[in-house]
T-cell receptor, first 113, second 109 residues
Framework: DAGVTQSPTHLIKTRGQHVTLRCSPISGHKSVSWYQQVLGQGPQFIFQYYEKEERGRGNFPDRFSARQFPNYSSELNVNALLLGDSALYLC????????????FGAGTRLSVL | AQRVTQPEKLLSVFKGAPVELKCNYSYSGSPELFWYVQYSRQRLQLLLRHISRESIKGFTADLNKGETSFHLKKPFAQEEDSAMYYCALIIHNFNKFYFGSGTKLNVKP
Protein backbone atom coordinates (compact mmCIF):
# COMPACT_ATOMS: atom_id res chain seq x y z
CA ASP A 1 0.00 0.00 0.00
CA ALA A 2 1.44 3.35 -1.07
CA GLY A 3 -0.24 5.24 1.72
CA VAL A 4 -1.86 8.61 1.15
CA THR A 5 -0.55 10.15 -2.05
CA GLN A 6 -0.65 13.82 -2.94
CA SER A 7 0.12 15.61 -6.16
CA PRO A 8 1.93 17.64 -7.15
CA THR A 9 4.74 17.69 -4.59
CA HIS A 10 5.67 21.28 -5.34
CA LEU A 11 3.84 24.10 -7.07
CA ILE A 12 4.64 27.71 -7.83
CA LYS A 13 1.85 30.14 -8.64
CA THR A 14 1.43 33.90 -8.82
CA ARG A 15 -1.04 36.05 -6.94
CA GLY A 16 -4.57 35.90 -8.30
CA GLN A 17 -4.17 32.50 -9.91
CA HIS A 18 -6.11 29.38 -9.10
CA VAL A 19 -4.67 26.06 -7.89
CA THR A 20 -5.93 22.48 -7.59
CA LEU A 21 -4.28 20.00 -5.28
CA ARG A 22 -5.03 16.28 -5.38
CA CYS A 23 -5.13 13.52 -2.82
CA SER A 24 -5.62 9.77 -3.04
CA PRO A 25 -6.49 8.13 0.26
CA ILE A 26 -5.35 4.75 1.48
CA SER A 27 -7.40 2.01 -0.14
CA GLY A 28 -10.57 1.46 1.88
CA HIS A 29 -10.47 4.86 3.58
CA LYS A 30 -13.57 6.90 2.89
CA SER A 31 -12.72 10.03 4.86
CA VAL A 32 -10.31 12.69 3.67
CA SER A 33 -9.24 15.83 5.49
CA TRP A 34 -7.21 18.79 4.28
CA TYR A 35 -4.82 20.90 6.33
CA GLN A 36 -2.71 23.98 5.73
CA GLN A 37 0.66 24.14 7.45
CA VAL A 38 2.43 27.46 7.37
CA LEU A 39 6.14 27.39 8.19
CA GLY A 40 6.70 27.24 11.93
CA GLN A 41 3.11 26.39 12.79
CA GLY A 42 1.05 23.26 13.24
CA PRO A 43 -1.40 22.01 10.63
CA GLN A 44 -4.63 24.01 10.44
CA PHE A 45 -7.80 22.14 9.58
CA ILE A 46 -9.47 23.22 6.33
CA PHE A 47 -12.04 20.55 5.40
CA GLN A 48 -13.16 17.04 6.12
CA TYR A 49 -15.02 14.94 3.55
CA TYR A 50 -16.72 11.64 4.08
CA GLU A 51 -18.70 9.72 1.51
CA LYS A 52 -18.36 12.65 -0.91
CA GLU A 53 -19.97 15.13 1.47
CA GLU A 54 -18.40 17.93 3.46
CA ARG A 55 -18.55 16.98 7.12
CA GLY A 56 -16.40 19.65 8.69
CA ARG A 57 -14.96 23.03 7.80
CA GLY A 58 -12.27 25.16 9.39
CA ASN A 59 -11.97 28.94 9.46
CA PHE A 60 -10.89 29.50 5.90
CA PRO A 61 -12.35 31.94 3.37
CA ASP A 62 -14.66 30.87 0.57
CA ARG A 63 -11.71 30.98 -1.82
CA PHE A 64 -10.96 27.52 -0.46
CA SER A 65 -13.16 24.69 -1.67
CA ALA A 66 -12.89 20.95 -1.99
CA ARG A 67 -14.68 17.92 -3.27
CA GLN A 68 -14.49 14.18 -2.97
CA PHE A 69 -15.00 11.80 -5.84
CA PRO A 70 -16.76 8.39 -5.96
CA ASN A 71 -13.37 6.65 -5.63
CA TYR A 72 -12.83 8.74 -2.44
CA SER A 73 -9.97 10.76 -3.88
CA SER A 74 -10.21 14.47 -3.24
CA GLU A 75 -9.29 17.83 -4.66
CA LEU A 76 -8.59 21.07 -2.83
CA ASN A 77 -9.14 24.22 -4.85
CA VAL A 78 -7.93 27.68 -3.94
CA ASN A 79 -9.00 30.69 -5.98
CA ALA A 80 -7.53 34.17 -6.18
CA LEU A 81 -4.29 33.12 -4.54
CA LEU A 82 -2.66 35.42 -2.01
CA LEU A 83 0.93 35.48 -0.85
CA GLY A 84 -0.29 34.22 2.51
CA ASP A 85 -1.58 31.02 0.92
CA SER A 86 2.01 29.84 0.58
CA ALA A 87 2.19 26.76 2.75
CA LEU A 88 2.43 23.00 2.88
CA TYR A 89 -0.98 21.48 2.20
CA LEU A 90 -1.54 18.13 3.86
CA CYS A 91 -4.13 15.52 3.13
CA UNK A 92 -5.07 12.84 5.64
CA UNK A 93 -7.31 9.82 5.29
CA UNK A 94 -8.93 7.52 7.81
CA UNK A 95 -11.29 4.60 7.75
CA UNK A 96 -14.63 4.47 9.51
CA UNK A 97 -14.22 2.87 12.87
CA UNK A 98 -10.49 3.60 12.88
CA UNK A 99 -10.85 5.48 16.13
CA UNK A 100 -10.00 8.77 14.43
CA UNK A 101 -6.52 7.68 13.46
CA UNK A 102 -5.50 9.80 10.49
CA UNK A 103 -2.79 8.87 8.02
CA PHE A 104 -1.06 11.79 6.41
CA GLY A 105 0.35 12.31 2.97
CA ALA A 106 3.70 13.95 2.34
CA GLY A 107 2.00 17.19 1.34
CA THR A 108 2.07 19.66 -1.52
CA ARG A 109 4.34 22.66 -1.10
CA LEU A 110 2.63 25.69 -2.62
CA SER A 111 4.58 28.89 -3.20
CA VAL A 112 2.67 32.00 -4.24
CA LEU A 113 4.82 34.75 -5.75
CA ALA B 1 -9.34 31.01 19.92
CA GLN B 2 -6.34 28.73 20.22
CA ARG B 3 -7.66 25.30 21.10
CA VAL B 4 -4.32 23.59 21.62
CA THR B 5 -1.28 25.27 23.12
CA GLN B 6 2.24 23.93 23.13
CA PRO B 7 4.26 26.52 25.04
CA GLU B 8 7.72 25.29 24.07
CA LYS B 9 8.94 25.64 20.51
CA LEU B 10 12.17 23.84 21.28
CA LEU B 11 13.15 21.41 24.00
CA SER B 12 16.73 20.18 24.30
CA VAL B 13 17.67 17.35 26.64
CA PHE B 14 20.57 14.96 26.98
CA LYS B 15 20.24 11.29 26.16
CA GLY B 16 18.94 9.39 29.17
CA ALA B 17 17.28 12.42 30.72
CA PRO B 18 13.53 12.57 31.33
CA VAL B 19 11.49 14.57 28.89
CA GLU B 20 8.10 16.24 29.16
CA LEU B 21 6.44 18.02 26.26
CA LYS B 22 3.62 20.22 27.43
CA CYS B 23 0.18 20.47 25.86
CA ASN B 24 -2.81 22.42 27.13
CA TYR B 25 -6.19 22.49 25.46
CA SER B 26 -9.29 24.64 25.53
CA TYR B 27 -12.54 22.74 25.25
CA SER B 28 -15.40 22.39 27.70
CA GLY B 29 -16.74 19.11 26.34
CA SER B 30 -15.23 15.65 26.36
CA PRO B 31 -12.00 15.95 24.41
CA GLU B 32 -10.23 13.34 22.39
CA LEU B 33 -6.53 14.09 22.33
CA PHE B 34 -3.59 12.80 20.34
CA TRP B 35 0.13 13.20 20.01
CA TYR B 36 1.54 13.17 16.48
CA VAL B 37 5.23 13.00 15.63
CA GLN B 38 7.19 13.99 12.56
CA TYR B 39 10.71 12.62 12.20
CA SER B 40 13.13 14.29 9.83
CA ARG B 41 12.05 13.85 6.20
CA GLN B 42 9.10 11.70 7.19
CA ARG B 43 5.35 12.18 7.26
CA LEU B 44 3.32 13.23 10.21
CA GLN B 45 2.27 10.08 12.07
CA LEU B 46 0.25 9.20 15.11
CA LEU B 47 2.25 8.53 18.25
CA LEU B 48 -0.52 7.89 20.75
CA ARG B 49 -4.13 8.62 21.70
CA HIS B 50 -5.40 9.37 25.17
CA ILE B 51 -8.25 6.89 24.81
CA SER B 52 -5.84 4.01 24.30
CA ARG B 53 -3.90 4.76 27.47
CA GLU B 54 -0.94 3.00 25.91
CA SER B 55 2.80 3.51 25.92
CA ILE B 56 4.42 3.89 22.51
CA LYS B 57 8.21 3.96 22.16
CA GLY B 58 8.36 4.57 25.90
CA PHE B 59 6.15 7.65 25.68
CA THR B 60 3.01 8.10 27.76
CA ALA B 61 0.48 10.90 28.06
CA ASP B 62 -2.23 11.33 30.64
CA LEU B 63 -5.29 13.47 30.17
CA ASN B 64 -5.80 15.82 33.10
CA LYS B 65 -9.22 17.37 32.70
CA GLY B 66 -8.81 19.55 35.76
CA GLU B 67 -5.71 21.22 34.33
CA THR B 68 -6.87 20.71 30.72
CA SER B 69 -3.51 19.22 29.90
CA PHE B 70 -2.18 16.26 27.96
CA HIS B 71 1.56 16.33 28.52
CA LEU B 72 3.79 13.80 26.76
CA LYS B 73 6.41 12.11 28.92
CA LYS B 74 9.30 9.73 28.58
CA PRO B 75 11.55 8.76 31.49
CA PHE B 76 14.74 8.27 29.45
CA ALA B 77 15.10 10.13 26.17
CA GLN B 78 16.91 8.54 23.24
CA GLU B 79 18.62 10.28 20.33
CA GLU B 80 16.12 8.73 17.93
CA ASP B 81 13.34 10.59 19.75
CA SER B 82 14.55 13.83 18.18
CA ALA B 83 11.60 15.04 16.11
CA MET B 84 8.76 17.51 15.90
CA TYR B 85 5.87 16.69 18.20
CA TYR B 86 2.33 17.98 17.77
CA CYS B 87 -0.53 17.76 20.22
CA ALA B 88 -3.98 17.54 18.62
CA LEU B 89 -7.61 17.69 19.68
CA ILE B 90 -10.74 16.53 17.90
CA ILE B 91 -14.14 18.07 18.48
CA HIS B 92 -16.61 15.45 17.33
CA ASN B 93 -19.72 17.61 17.15
CA PHE B 94 -18.17 19.76 14.46
CA ASN B 95 -15.78 17.22 12.92
CA LYS B 96 -12.87 19.56 13.50
CA PHE B 97 -9.31 18.70 14.28
CA TYR B 98 -7.01 21.18 16.02
CA PHE B 99 -3.24 20.95 16.16
CA GLY B 100 -0.85 22.81 18.41
CA SER B 101 2.08 24.71 16.95
CA GLY B 102 4.49 21.90 17.76
CA THR B 103 7.55 21.35 19.93
CA LYS B 104 10.87 20.37 18.45
CA LEU B 105 12.59 17.84 20.68
CA ASN B 106 16.35 17.67 20.37
CA VAL B 107 18.03 14.83 22.25
CA LYS B 108 21.75 15.43 22.55
CA PRO B 109 24.29 12.58 22.85
Amino acid sequence: DAGVTQSPTHLIKTRGQHVTLRCSPISGHKSVSWYQQVLGQGPQFIFQYYEKEERGRGNFPDRFSARQFPNYSSELNVNALLLGDSALYLCASRSVGSKNIQYFGAGTRLSVL
Amino acid sequence: AQRVTQPEKLLSVFKGAPVELKCNYSYSGSPELFWYVQYSRQRLQLLLRHISRESIKGFTADLNKGETSFHLKKPFAQEEDSAMYYCALIIHNFNKFYFGSGTKLNVKP
